[in-house]
T-cell receptor, first 112, second 112 residues
Framework: GQQVMQIPQYQHVQEGEDFTTYCNSS?????IQWYKQRPGGHPVFLIQ?????EVKKQKRLTFQFGEAKKNSSLHITATQTTDVGTYFC????????????FGQGTILTVHP | NAGVTQTPKFRVLKTGQSMTLLCAQD?????MYWYRQDPGMGLRLIHY???????AKGEVPDGYNVSRLKKQNFLLGLESAAPSQTSVYFC???????????FGNGTRLTVT
């Protein structure tokens, strides 16, 4: 079945350092979505990537979708304490209509 | 506009007891999902629905049943609770297959 793997599982950074999390699928993804979950909260949608090679930016966050549509990354420049949380990628293969599978998530800790 | 509402917020069950988790959305969304979240495992899909009257199995459906009799409600049932079902359960909905997920605040279930 479809698997969406995410690495690293944990990342500890000093405030001001950069952070990157990677998402890899065993099969081609129709699209990929990224979510952020603050400690004690629920996942909140950040962005969706659809096109091969697509790059999108949201302030200090940069999202990329691989050329083969099997991998994606989220990069945060100059982390802040407000970036703390778990970042998830989620995707679905076109044949499993409606079924959205999440990666295991990367837990980001930012030390002031 | 409440979004996605889950009840109850917390519950403690004894092994073998049954219960139903309720998810209600007021956004007229077609798709609804039940996920469970466990440390290190990310969000795992239990069951989902692509429309009123339809349900489908996700990655970890065993021990759970669901019903979608009304478009706005998605019920998750545990017929005979087991300690392995101790988890945080999230309901989510979305308008269409390429739309972002909107999550409820979660239900923390403990089975002793």
């Amino acid at each position: 079945g479809q698997q969406v793997m995410q690495i690293p599982q944990y990342q500890h950074v000093q405030e001001g350092e950069d952070f990157t999390t990677y998402c890899n699928s065993s099969t081609t993804l129709s699209n990929i979505q990224w979510y952020k979950q603050r400690p004690g909260g629920h996942p909140v949608f950040l962005i969706q990537l659809v096109k091969s090679g697509e790059v999108k930016k949201q302030k200090r966050l940069t999202f990329q979708f691989g050329e083969a549509k099997k991998n994606s990354s989220l990069h945060i420049t100059a982390t802040q304490t407000t970036d703390v949380g778990t970042y998830f990628c989620a995707g679905w293969v076109g044949t499993s209509y409606g079924k959205l599978t999440f990666g295991q998530g990367t837990i980001l800790t930012v030390h002031p | 506009n409440a979004g996605v509402t889950q009840t109850p917020k917390f519950r403690v069950l004894k092994t073998g007891q049954s219960m139903t988790l309720l998810c209600a959305q007021d956004m007229n969304h077609e798709y609804m999902y039940w996920y469970r979240q466990d440390p290190g495992m990310g969000l795992r899909l239990i069951h989902y629905s692509v429309g009123e009257g339809t349900t489908a199995k996700g990655e970890v459906p065993d021990g759970y049943n669901v019903s979608r009799l009304k478009k706005q409600n998605f019920l998750l049932g545990l017929e005979s609770a087991a300690p392995s079902q101790t988890s945080v359960y999230f309901c989510a909905s979305r308008r269409g297959a390429n739309s972002p997920l909107h999550f409820g605040n979660g239900t923390r279930l403990t089975v002793t």
